[in-house]
């Protein structure tokens, strides 16, 4: 009889265990009351402290807070970096990305992606009057960027010639450019501009050339979680067709959204 009590007990742990082991993310969300969301906290626009309230705000920040929202539970940041916010996602130290983080198949390896959320693409920030128009103008050059960004394997690409710094964030890489230690900041025009209208100064710095890359943004979510993926996905959905997003949009780039883009929408 105890023999029969301890396979009843070990079975009951192994059915138990299996069905903790198989709650999605989705559920863990729920039953904790929170969304953890990795964002940067120096990305003006996107990620950034308020100077006036010191409160983490910014077009990501308000993404998250629209998706925990549509969950039902509180929201709850932790700040990360171009090159710990995959790890950090990985390991289970937050439950989503919104950190400025473009989509490629290289990341695939580590998490799962949302649909494109933002699309922008790579561009120069450089003094007024300098003479850089265009990477070609970077030859022989010292030029920042980020670790482990996107920015930084495109920009060595375009032009490789151009002598490459990188910094752990793009404040740092702006700081750079005022002390005259680098001719030009790259990354998505959209953090330029954000590193622009935040300055003192703004119409010493101008932003130029083409685009030079691709950025299609994406949330950063579990690898392999397709319910909470998919949830997620939904969410962005209805932000775009409730009007949310162009809202967001307008509040933080200033700006309308540009014609011709749209979020790519799946029937309901």
């Known amino acids: 009889m105890k023999r029969l009590v301890v396979v009843l007990a070990l079975v009951l742990s192994f059915v138990f265990a299996a069905s903790v082991a198989g709650a999605g993310k989705l559920e863990d969300v729920k039953n904790a009351g929170v969304l953890v969301c990795g964002v940067k906290d120096s990305v003006n626009l996107f990620g950034f402290i308020d100077p006036k309230t010191n409160e983490l705000v910014g077009f990501d920040v308000d993404v998250c807070k629209y998706i925990a929202d549509k969950i039902g539970v509180k929201t709850e940041f932790k700040v990360v970096t171009s090159k710990n916010r995959i790890p950090m996602l990985a390991q289970g130290s937050v439950d989503m990305l919104a950190a400025t983080m473009t989509h490629k198949f290289s990341r695939d390896e580590q998490i799962d992606f949302s649909i494109t959320y933002f699309m922008d693409g790579q ?24 670790k482990g960004s996107t920015s930084e394997k495109n920009i060595k690409a375009a032009q490789p010639e151009a002598q490459v710094i990188s910094y752990d964030e793009y404040p740092q890489a702006f700081m750079a450019l005022k002390q005259g230690k680098v001719k030009a900041v790259t ?82």
């Open 187 to 268: 990354t998505d025009s959209g953090i330029l501009a954000g590193l622009k209208a935040g300055d003192d100064n703004p119409d010493e710095w101008e932003i130029v050339g083409e685009f030079f890359s691709a950025e299609p943004y994406g949330l950063g979510v579990p690898q392999n979680d397709s319910e909470f993926r998919d949830f997620v996905n939904k969410s962005l959905n209805e932000m775009w067709l409730d009007g949310t997003y162009k809202q967001l949009f307008k509040k933080w780039m200033g700006y309308d959204l540009p014609a011709g883009w749209q979020m790519e929408l799946w029937p309901m």
């Open 123 to 146: 561009k120069l920030l450089v003094k007024k009057g300098s003479g850089i128009l265009s990477t070609d103008d970077l030859a022989g050059k010292k030029v920042g960027t980020v």
